[in-house]
């Protein structure tokens, strides 16, 4: 069986994070990317999504409901600011992130820059 994982942010279509996010996907594990980024496209893409990721773009209540065999939603990055937690909480699901090595070279050398500048 293919798990299939929604990514719902359009900067997925850069293909340098397209690729990082391919790789990193375990062996039956799928990228399923909508064919547009409008709710209704989303939406229908959802439908048989395992889980629901996002980098910056809300991941709604809506989106959470449309997947019928969702098991997680998560964020590519820190923090959870883009989904909507009390949706998920409420269905059950659970909710991470993804901090660390994709952000943390890039963090540190603005850091470095503004303490120089």
Do not use: C, W
Not at 6 to 20: F, K
Not at 32 to 58: G, N, Q, Y
Not at 75 to 85: E, H, L, Q
């Amino acid at each position: 069986m293919t798990h299939r994982v929604l990514h719902v942010d359009y900067r997925i279509q850069e293909p340098n994070r397209r690729r990082i996010l391919s790789e990193s996907l375990p062996e039956g594990y799928e990228l399923v990317i909508p064919e547009s980024f409008d709710t209704e496209s989303i939406l229908r893409a959802a439908k048989d999504a395992r889980v629901i990721f996002t980098s910056f773009e809300p991941l709604t209540g809506e989106m959470m409901r449309a997947a019928s065999d969702l098991r997680a939603v998560g964020k590519a990055g820190s923090g959870v600011d883009s989904i909507d937690v009390a949706a998920a909480t409420a269905l059950k699901i659970p909710v991470m992130n993804s901090p660390g090595h994709l952000r943390s070279d890039a963090i540190a050398e603005h850091a470095i820059t503004l303490m120089v500048s």
